[in-house]
């Protein structure tokens, strides 16, 4: 499962107690956009702890001291150097008065009604702050973890296809007409092929969160483990992470209503305001977990 180039970069919406928000400009000696303004943040250098890291950031550049809120937008990129996730997030001051670290020359605070009337740099544009996902640890792992080598691409699309069909079966008795996603693997979306095999991708993740591994069974039937109710509620919330991530890279945005088309859904939300209809559907694909990998000889075990 070989690595892949990948950056990740991160800017913080710092608001005030009278929610004015943090701006800077950079100084032209120093590289980036020196005419416009933006957040203070950058490259996350260290993954071992993203919050640690993108607070430093922020330290460095402004002297303050704040704590993350909300996960505001997220998007992707490709170069020729790689891939680069950039996210923006709330954040709220703590404390401290503003220093500006070198690479910077100016700052303001502007009400929040404000910003879309100043000339923000492009990482920083007001129209993609489109949700308000909590910026808990569970939801920056998951970003974190979308630059996981994926699996073996036999071993994915095996995984994929199983979990597809566990999908259908699972919907079945409430699917409406010829819903795409309901459609048989050699019928479906590349799209929605693609979220299947990121979905495979994760399992290994959410399975070594409860302290699980997984075995290959070749002399003897495979055990089958059963979950506890609260490795379940864990696994589903780290897989409605994983999915808010997923969606938020493919450039889908948060809607009252479900749009295919314009990319929008209601659930690009936090765990604890997913509806519990929504939130059995992320259990019922971590109960179907052992039986999926058991169907190509794969065990779990403690």
């Known amino acids: ?61 402004t002297g303050l001291t704040i704590s993350l809120k909300f996960v505001l937008s997220a998007s992707e990129e490709k170069s020729p150097k790689g891939r680069v996730v950039r996210l923006i997030l709330e954040g709220s001051l703590d404390s401290g008065k ?11 605070w502007v009400k929040r009604s404000e910003l879309s009337q100043i000339e923000l740099s492009d990482d920083c544009t007001v129209s993609k702050m489109t949700v308000r996902l909590p910026a808990d640890a569970i939801i920056m792992k998951a ?65 070594q969160s409860i302290g699980c591994t997984v075995h290959k069974v070749t002399d003897r039937d495979v055990e089958r483990i ?13 897989e409605h992470a994983r999915w808010n991530a997923e969606r938020l890279l493919n450039g889908w945005k948060f809607g009252e209503k479900k749009d295919i088309l314009k990319k929008t859904t209601p659930y690009l ?3 604890s305001e997913l509806p519990n209809q929504v939130k059995e559907k992320d259990r019922r694909i971590v109960r179907s977990i052992p039986a999926l990998l058991a169907s190509i000889g794969l065990e779990i075990r403690r």
């Open 226 to 238: 059963r979950f506890t109710r609260d490795e379940i509620e864990a696994m589903a919330e780290i």
């Open 143 to 207: 970003f974190e973890e979308s630059d996981r080598p994926k699996l073996a691409p036999a071993l994915r699309d095996t995984i994929a296809r199983a979990a597809h069909e566990e999908y259908r079966r699972m919907q079945a008795s409430n699917a409406q007409g010829e819903e795409t996603s309901m459609a048989e693997w050699d019928k479906l979306p590349d799209y929605l092929k693609e979220s299947n095999r990121q979905q495979a991708d994760h399992i290994f993740n959410k399975l």
């Open 269 to 271: 939300v936090g765990w």
């Open 98 to 108: 503003v220093r500006l670290g070198d690479d910077y020359k100016e700052y303001m």
């Open 1 to 61: 499962m070989p690595g892949k180039l990948f950056g990740l970069s991160a800017k913080v919406l710092v608001c005030d107690r009278m929610n004015r928000c943090l701006l800077l400009r950079r100084s032209a000696k120093r590289k980036g956009t020196w005419t416009k303004w933006e957040f203070p943040g950058g490259k996350v250098h260290s993954r071992n702890n993203f919050e640690r890291a993108i607070l430093r950031e922020v330290a460095d550049a």
